[in-house]
């Protein structure tokens, strides 16, 4: 499967069949999302998923929402993005308390 990195850092992506995206991540994603083929999943970049729903690229959001309050933490979206009505379409239980929610995002028409 290929893989896309996103980084600021990395100078090139050690990884099989691994593209490095640097500069331009709106028009890079943009790009990938117009070609033939499967889902583009991220994994781990809430900065990364905030900047592609600034653009209106994000088609669905899969939260898993965990059982323990931490009491601070990292915000999930940034402040200044605009309202995004999203439809929950599956929330499944997927362990001790754990919770499985798919959202897709509702499109102005």
Not at 43 to 54: I, K, P
């Amino acid at each position: 499967m290929p893989k896309y990195v996103v980084s600021s850092t990395l100078s090139e992506g050690k990884w099989n069949k691994t593209t490095l995206i640097k500069g331009n991540v709106e028009e890079a994603a943009a790009n990938l999302k117009a070609m033939p083929g499967g889902d583009i999943l991220v994994a781990g970049s809430g900065g990364l998923v905030n900047t592609l729903m600034q653009h209106d690229l994000v088609d669905e959001l899969r939260l898993m929402v965990y059982p323990v309050i931490l009491g601070k933490g990292k915000r999930l979206f940034q402040d200044g993005l605009e309202r995004l009505p999203l439809r929950l379409v599956e929330a499944k239980p997927v362990g001790s308390g754990i919770l499985t929610l798919v959202y897709q995002a509702e499109r102005k028409k």
